[in-house]
């Protein structure tokens, strides 16, 4: 069955860097976009980053572009997102999406996600 | 805009029909996703496209679009479906993913 497992959460201080990992299996995952999605305590869902399955193309949302960055390994079936400058507004729970097809930004699998916490 | 908008809460007894609605202007280009969030845990996606459900979903599930304008309806709304749900699609430019702000269904 497939599964999405993050890690590499945790508390950190402004200013300062993390890299969360997606382990994935079960699935081709050199054929998948895959996706980060984040939620602050108690709000929405926000789009964070995505690539494509090739890793050829990368998108970010606004609030995170030139700070964070996603990559992948195919060799691994890992996605990454290294999370650079953070900032308060960045503590959130981070989920790793698969895209259901091509780049159609259908997610229809997720991970459990893995916590990040910005404080001094 | 590239936004999409949602109200914050709907509510809808047990066994009765809910419309829950998302809108944008990007909607008129491009379909919208569906996604079900109980507390603790992750979104699970529960429609997308036209009108497809993922295996699993039950089929009380449908969606539907007109205009500006994407709807999830539940027909025959269970106790288990009491979850916050959000609608996703793309800006206007077609290049990013957005979420609405969510609904909070509450099956009274």
């Known amino acids: 069955q497939v599964q999405l497992v993050e890690s590499g959460g945790g508390v950190v201080r402004p200013g300062r860097s993390l890299r969360l990992s997606c382990a994935t299996s079960g699935f081709i995952f050199s054929s998948s976009a895959m996706h980060w999605v984040r939620q602050a305590p108690g709000k929405g869902l926000e789009w964070v980053a995505a690539?494509?399955?090739?890793?050829?193309?990368?998108i970010y949302a606004d609030s995170v572009r030139g700070r964070f960055t996603i990559s992948r390994d195919n060799s691994k079936n890992t996605v990454f997102l290294q999370l650079n400058s953070l900032r308060a507004e960045d503590t959130a729970i981070y989920y790793c999406a698969r895209d259901i097809y091509g780049w159609s930004f259908v997610l229809d699998y997720w991970g459990q996600g893995t916590g990040v916490t910005v404080s001094s | 805009s590239s936004e999409l908008t949602q109200d914050p809460a709907v509510s809808v007894a047990l066994g009765q029909t809910v419309r829950i609605t998302c809108q944008g202007d990007s909607l008129r280009s491009f379909y919208a996703s569906w996604y079900q969030q109980k507390p603790g845990q992750a979104p699970v996606l529960v429609m997308y496209g036209k009108n497809s459900r993922p295996s699993g979903i039950p089929d009380r599930f449908s969606g539907s679009s007109s205009g500006n304008t994407a709807s999830l309806t539940i027909t025959g709304a269970q106790a288990e479906d009491e979850a916050d749900y959000y609608c996703k699609s793309r800006d206007i430019s077609g290049n990013h993913p957005i979420f609405a702000g969510g609904t909070k269904l509450t099956v009274l």
């Open positions: 690539i494509s399955f090739d890793g050829s193309n990368k």
